[in-house]
Structure formats: structure tokens, C-alpha cells
């Protein structure tokens, strides 16, 4: 099996434009200044020159992929310039068909034209067929069969340049002469922010390149930083004795996918999982330190205020308190914990999907980022990038009878689900746990609190004033002032113990537990009758896509704005 490979970043070069070119090699000529050269100035300026040191580092290849329909002229003309003109082995070819196969055929007008996709289609590794029914399948007459066309043809150019970050136009400015047409894609193109490169009659031009519409380079430094981190040999060999060491490891198993799995999925699930442990560890540390010193600096100002005789110790130990504070922040912003968790975190539990899913031979949906979860991930980010890419890499998958899905049946259940159970039920008695000491702990501390100040107003009726009963000055000074001091300090713990509840989500966590353990018994349950190769396959993605990928969507949407509040 082949070892494991660096992920490279790849450019999305989206095409629309006209079917008739009259001078098709200038296309592919000007499609490769636009590759070679022209790309690059939609980097920002403040980012290009991160970009060039990864570039020239050459430990992130930074290649393309073509998203295409591949009609004649200009969508083959760009697929070609791409494929074939560019001296780069790491390009890619995304098929996206508007049609089922036998109708698009239909709409090339010779056979050398369909030969032409054919040979074009077979370069592609990844095919999508935005409309599988037959158009006569829903529509006899001729009108009705066309405007199907016709929409199918306006969703597909849709496809492309929601699928894109550059799109390249090859487009003699005019209006769209019917629906789907050039034009429309072009202007909707426009409405969704991406640069354009129009190609006419020679003549290269960008549009739409405004401060915000071009590349954005921290995917590439995420994919970089992905690339770094280090493949620990020790965790690969435990990932080993979890997936295939034990009574319930099917004897099915071939060997040739134990050699795929170790050397095409456990280095990046290792790589993804080390990152957010890391990551989230030193997030929380640096959460903790600034609520623990927070409520510590407001217990220095407060030996200022009530001790004036070291007053100087008081304030001069809040502000380095306050220093240490603004360093700490500045440190888990600059560095990233936080994202680089919860991002590492959702690729590494989709990276686990994949490895099972690949065990039993069946392909995992490609991530769908839903409209309702675009403030918390796009179809942009760089796990979805990486994750596409590992399975891109991936050798044909196995394919098992009716004996073998049995016995798969029974791995799934108990090593994944039974797994998952487990995972969840720790959690979910973490969390409580965690959630129950802040609650005892705020409840301690605000009843002392309140026993100060009832404390302090008795002794204020008692003790009217500091100058009297001389016999023990010092005993009311110094009941006054520490009970003025828990009255300050106190709250102060209070207000940090609910910042830290809230920064670690552990009531929400607890209940997310609780609620998957439910769906994870319900599949638990339905998976035993799915035994047969359909079944076990349709029960399989239903456990990827519907509750494993969900719940890591949900979760990320729950930790993706959950910041360090100093205040």
C-alpha cells in the first residue's frame, strides 16, 4: 500500500461558457496564464507571501482541480488546458453531469464529440449526476422535455460556481440567449462573491475581484499545519488492535484492506487526533487561567482598597494578574487553539466514519454543509477539503456477499456502535460530574457570600464605628475588613466559575450525550436485522450520514463561537 502522502491545497476552477469556439487553443492558452500566473493576485496581499513560503517549502503542494460539465467547447477546453498543459500531477478533474449519462449523450452533436467526453469522464475520480431519472421518464412531450433541459442546464452552472473559487467564463458578453445560459451563470457568479476570469477573442480580463472576493490563504496554512503535525508510530499500531485484534474481527476482512486502511486513513485520523487533543487541551488551560485570574486580580485590587498600607503590593500584583491575562488571550487567539480544535476534532470523527465505512466496502457520502449551518462551516473549509481528498486516494473497496455482511454486521455493532455507546456514556458521566462540582461550588460560594454580608451588617449595628471598644481595635479592623474583602472577592469566584461553565458547555455537552446514546441503541437495534448487502449498506450510511455526521455537524455549530471571555 502506497505510504502515506502530504495533502495538497487545491484550487477549484470552475468553467462555464460557449459550446462554439472558434479558436480553441487560444482558450488553452490563455486558461494557462490564467494558472500560471493570474491566480496568484487573488491571494491578498497581506496573505501572498505566506502562500509563496509554503510554496516554496514544498511540503504542501498547492495544485487544482477542474470542476467541470464537460460540454463542448469551452468546458473541454478549460478540462484539457488543465489536464493536459499544465506540468502537475496532482490536478484533478470533477465531473459534474446535468443530466442522466444516455441524455447528455444525446446532446452531443458527432460521435468523435462523445468519444471525446468518454476519454474525459475516465480521467475523473470523482462523478456527480445532478439529475439520475430519464427526462422521458417524466416528461413526453417535446416542449416539456426541453425547459427539463433547460433547468437541469442552469443547476449544473449553479453547481459549478457554488463548487468553485475562481470561475473562468469563456463568454462573448452577451446575454443569455435562453435559461442556464452563460450570462446568467456568469452574473450568479457574480451575486455569490467569486472572481471571474472572462476569456474572449484573445483577450484575458478579471472581474469581480474586489477586497474580499478573491482566494483565502488560511486554508492553506490550516492544510500546511494539517501536513506538520506528526504521524506517532505508537498510536497507529493501538488504531491497529482496536480495528482488527479481537474476538469479534470478522475473518472476512481481506488482507489488502487492513494494508489500505493503515497506510491511507490511520496516519490522518492520528494526525487529526493528536491535533485536538492538543489543541483543546491547551484551549481549556488557557480558559481556566484567565477566570482563575480573573477573580485572583479582583482580590488584589480589593488588599489595595482595604489595606492601604500595602496597597502598592495590591495594585502592583493585579496589573501583573491583568498582564498575564491579556498575554494569555492574546496567545490562544494568535495561535488558534480554538478553532484548530474544533476543526481538527469534527475531521478526525469523520476520518473514523470513513475507516468503517471502508472496512465494510461501502463509499461515505461526500460532507453537505447545510444552508442553516453557513456561520459555522462552508463547503470552503479545509477539513472538507482534506476529507475529499483522503478518500479521493482511496483503492476500489471491497465488495462482500450475504455470508460476509453478517459477520460485518456483528464487527459494526460491536466495535463502532458498541464503541460510540461507550464514548458517549464516559461522556455524558464527565460532563455531569464536571457540571454538578461548578453548581456545589457556586452554591458554597455564594452562601459564605450572603453569610458575610449578614455577618458584616450585625457586626456594623454592633460596632457603629472603629474608634469605639478600644479594649480590641484590631479585632474589628480586622473583622471589618475581611468581611468587606470576602464581599468583593466572593462574587468576583462566583462570576469566574460561570464564565468556565459556560466556556466548557458542560450541561449542553451532557445532554448532546444523552440524547446520541438514544439514537445510537435505535441503530444498535435496527442494524441487527441488516444482514443482507443492500440492507447493511443502506443502515451503514444511515449511521454515517444521518446520526455520526449530524452530530459532529451539531456539535461543531454548539463549540464554533464558544470563546475565552475575560471581563
Same mark, same amino acid.
Not at 457520502?365 to 462551516?377: A, N
Not at 459564605?448 to 449595628?461: E, G, M, N, S
Given at each position: !500500500?502506497?505510504?502515506?502522502?502530504?495533502?495538497?491545497?487545491?484550487?477549484?476552477?470552475?468553467?462555464?461558457?460557449?459550446?462554439?469556439?472558434?479558436?480553441?487553443?487560444?482558450?488553452?492558452?490563455?486558461?494557462?496564464?490564467?494558472?500560471?500566473?493570474?491566480?496568484?493576485?487573488?491571494?491578498?496581499?497581506?496573505?501572498?507571501?505566506?502562500?509563496?513560503?509554503?510554496?516554496?517549502?514544498?511540503? *504542501?503542494?498547492?495544485? /487544482?482541480?477542474?470542476?467541470?460539465?464537460?460540454?463542448?467547447?469551452?468546458?473541454?477546453?478549460?478540462?484539457?488546458?488543465?489536464?493536459?498543459?499544465?506540468?502537475?500531477?496532482?490536478?484533478?478533474?470533477?465531473?459534474?453531469?446535468?443530466?442522466?449519462?444516455?441524455?447528455?449523450?444525446?446532446?452531443?452533436?458527432?460521435?468523435?464529440?462523445?468519444?471525446?467526453?468518454?476519454?474525459?469522464?475516465?480521467?475523473?475520480?470523482?462523478?456527480?449526476?445532478?439529475?439520475?431519472?430519464?427526462?422521458?421518464?417524466?416528461?413526453? $412531450?417535446?416542449?416539456?422535455?426541453?425547459?427539463?433541459?433547460?433547468?437541469?442546464?442552469?443547476?449544473?452552472?449553479?453547481?459549478?460556481? $457554488?463548487?468553485?473559487?475562481?470561475?473562468?467564463?469563456?463568454? $462573448?458578453?452577451?446575454?443569455?440567449?435562453?435559461?442556464?445560459?452563460?450570462?446568467?451563470?456568469?452574473?450568479?457568479?457574480?451575486?455569490?462573491?467569486?472572481?471571474? /476570469?472572462?476569456?474572449?477573442?484573445?483577450?484575458?480580463?478579471?472581474?469581480?475581484?474586489?477586497?474580499?472576493?478573491?482566494? $483565502?490563504?488560511?486554508?492553506?496554512?490550516?492544510?500546511?499545519?494539517?501536513?506538520?503535525?506528526?504521524?506517532?508510530?505508537?498510536?497507529?499500531?493501538?488504531?491497529?488492535?482496536?480495528?482488527?485484534?479481537?474476538?469479534?474481527?470478522?475473518?472476512?476482512?481481506?488482507?489488502?484492506?487492513?494494508?489500505?486502511?493503515?497506510?491511507?486513513?490511520?496516519?490522518?485520523?492520528?494526525?487529526?487526533?493528536?491535533?485536538?487533543?492538543?489543541?483543546?487541551?491547551?484551549?481549556?488551560?488557557?480558559?481556566?487561567?484567565?477566570?482563575?485570574?480573573?477573580?485572583?486580580?479582583?482580590?488584589?485590587?480589593?488588599?489595595?482598597?482595604?489595606?492601604?498600607?500595602?496597597?502598592?503590593?495590591?495594585?502592583?500584583?493585579?496589573?501583573?494578574?491583568?498582564?498575564?491575562?491579556?498575554?494569555?488571550?492574546?496567545?490562544?487567539?494568535?495561535?488558534? %487553539?480554538?478553532?484548530?480544535?474544533?476543526?481538527?476534532? /469534527?475531521?478526525?470523527?469523520?476520518?473514523?466514519?470513513?475507516?468503517?465505512?471502508?472496512?465494510?466496502?461501502? *463509499?461515505?457520502?461526500?460532507?453537505?454543509?447545510?444552508?442553516?449551518?453557513?456561520?459555522?462551516?462552508?463547503?470552503?473549509?479545509?477539513?472538507?477539503?482534506?476529507?475529499?481528498?483522503?478518500?479521493?486516494?482511496?483503492?476500489?473497496?471491497?465488495?462482500?456477499?450475504?455470508?460476509?455482511?453478517? !459477520?460485518?454486521?456483528?464487527y459494526i455493532r460491536w466495535v463502532w456502535i458498541r464503541g460510540q455507546l461507550k464514548f458517549h456514556r464516559q461522556k455524558m458521566a464527565e460532563e455531569g460530574k464536571a457540571a454538578?462540582?461548578?453548581?456545589?461550588?457556586?452554591?458554597?460560594?455564594?452562601?459564605?457570600?450572603?453569610?458575610?454580608?449578614?455577618?458584616?451588617?450585625?457586626?456594623?449595628?454592633?460596632?457603629?464605628?472603629?474608634?469605639?471598644?478600644?479594649?480590641?481595635?484590631?479585632?474589628?479592623?480586622?473583622?471589618?475588613?475581611?468581611?468587606?474583602?470576602?464581599?468583593?472577592? %466572593?462574587?468576583?469566584?462566583?462570576?469566574? !466559575?460561570?464564565?468556565?461553565?459556560?466556556?466548557?458547555?458542560?450541561?449542553?455537552?451532557?445532554?448532546?450525550?444523552?440524547? !446520541?446514546?438514544?439514537?445510537?441503541?435505535?441503530?444498535?437495534?435496527?442494524?441487527?436485522?441488516?444482514?443482507?448487502?443492500?440492507?447493511?449498506?443502506?443502515?451503514?450510511?444511515?449511521?454515517?450520514?444521518?446520526?455520526?455526521?449530524?452530530?459532529?455537524?451539531?456539535?461543531?455549530?454548539?463549540?464554533?463561537?464558544?470563546?475565552?471571555?475575560?471581563?
Amino acid at each position: !500500500m502506497a505510504a502515506y502522502q502530504p495533502i495538497p491545497y487545491r484550487i477549484r476552477i470552475g468553467v462555464t461558457g460557449h459550446r462554439d469556439l472558434k479558436d480553441p487553443e487560444t482558450v488553452r492558452a490563455l486558461v494557462i496564464q490564467v494558472i500560471t500566473a493570474r491566480i496568484w493576485e487573488l491571494f491578498p496581499s497581506a496573505q501572498r507571501r505566506g502562500v509563496d513560503r509554503i510554496r516554496d517549502a514544498r511540503r *504542501t503542494p498547492i495544485s /487544482f482541480r477542474v470542476v467541470s460539465p464537460l460540454a463542448e467547447g469551452a468546458d473541454r477546453a478549460v478540462a484539457h488546458a488543465v489536464l493536459d498543459d499544465i506540468q502537475d500531477e496532482n490536478v484533478r478533474l470533477d465531473a459534474v453531469l446535468p443530466l442522466a449519462l444516455e441524455d447528455y449523450l444525446e446532446d452531443f452533436a458527432t460521435e468523435g464529440s462523445r468519444v471525446e467526453f468518454t476519454e474525459l469522464l475516465n480521467r475523473c475520480r470523482k462523478q456527480v449526476v445532478l439529475r439520475r431519472r430519464r427526462i422521458s421518464e417524466e416528461r413526453s $412531450d417535446p416542449n416539456g422535455q426541453e425547459e427539463l433541459r433547460r433547468a437541469a442546464y442552469a443547476r449544473v452552472g449553479r453547481y459549478v460556481v $457554488d463548487h468553485c473559487d475562481v470561475l473562468i467564463a469563456v463568454w $462573448d458578453g452577451l446575454p443569455s440567449r435562453g435559461r442556464g445560459g452563460t450570462a446568467e451563470i456568469v452574473e450568479y457568479a457574480q451575486q455569490q462573491r467569486r472572481p471571474v /476570469f472572462r476569456i474572449w477573442g484573445g483577450l484575458l480580463e478579471l472581474w469581480n475581484a474586489k477586497a474580499n472576493d478573491g482566494l $483565502d490563504a488560511s486554508w492553506v496554512i490550516a492544510i500546511d499545519q494539517f501536513n506538520q503535525e506528526p504521524v506517532e508510530p505508537g498510536y497507529l499500531e493501538n488504531l491497529d488492535k482496536e480495528h482488527f485484534t479481537g474476538p469479534m474481527i470478522p475473518r472476512c476482512i481481506p488482507a489488502g484492506v487492513k494494508a489500505m486502511v493503515n497506510g491511507c486513513l490511520f496516519p490522518y485520523y492520528s494526525k487529526a487526533s493528536m491535533a485536538a487533543k492538543r489543541s483543546r487541551d491547551r484551549f481549556h488551560i488557557a480558559g481556566g487561567t484567565v477566570y482563575a485570574l480573573s477573580a485572583a486580580a479582583v482580590g488584589c485590587a480589593a488588599v489595595g482598597v482595604l489595606f492601604p498600607a500595602i496597597a502598592w503590593i495590591g495594585f502592583g500584583a493585579e496589573l501583573v494578574l491583568l498582564i498575564i491575562i491579556l498575554l494569555t488571550l492574546w496567545l490562544a487567539e494568535h495561535r488558534h %487553539f480554538h478553532r484548530t480544535w474544533i476543526e481538527s476534532r /469534527f475531521l478526525t470523527e469523520r476520518i473514523r466514519c470513513g475507516i468503517f465505512m471502508a472496512i465494510c466496502g461501502v *463509499t461515505p457520502r461526500p460532507i453537505e454543509v447545510l444552508p442553516f449551518m453557513g456561520y459555522s462551516q462552508t463547503a470552503d473549509d479545509w477539513t472538507v477539503q482534506v476529507f475529499d481528498e483522503i478518500w479521493d486516494r482511496l483503492p476500489a473497496l471491497p465488495r462482500y456477499g450475504h455470508a460476509d455482511c453478517r !459477520m460485518l454486521n456483528v464487527y459494526i455493532r460491536w466495535v463502532w456502535i458498541r464503541g460510540q455507546l461507550k464514548f458517549h456514556r464516559q461522556k455524558m458521566a464527565e460532563e455531569g460530574k464536571a457540571a454538578g462540582r461548578i453548581k456545589r461550588t457556586g452554591a458554597i460560594v455564594l452562601g459564605a457570600t450572603v453569610a458575610a454580608a449578614a455577618l458584616h451588617l450585625l457586626l456594623l449595628a454592633m460596632w457603629p464605628t472603629e474608634t469605639g471598644a478600644e479594649s480590641v481595635p484590631w479585632l474589628r479592623f480586622a473583622t471589618h475588613r475581611g468581611l468587606a474583602f470576602v464581599a468583593l472577592l %466572593f462574587p468576583a469566584i462566583a462570576a469566574s !466559575m460561570a464564565g468556565m461553565e459556560a466556556h466548557r458547555e458542560y450541561r449542553r455537552l451532557e445532554k448532546r450525550s444523552a440524547n !446520541m446514546r438514544r439514537q445510537l441503541k435505535r441503530l444498535k437495534w435496527e442494524m441487527k436485522s441488516a444482514t443482507y448487502p443492500e440492507q447493511f449498506e443502506g443502515l451503514l450510511e444511515q449511521v454515517d450520514e444521518e446520526t455520526m455526521l449530524r452530530e459532529t455537524q451539531d456539535w461543531l455549530m454548539l463549540m464554533r463561537y464558544v470563546e475565552i471571555k475575560a471581563s
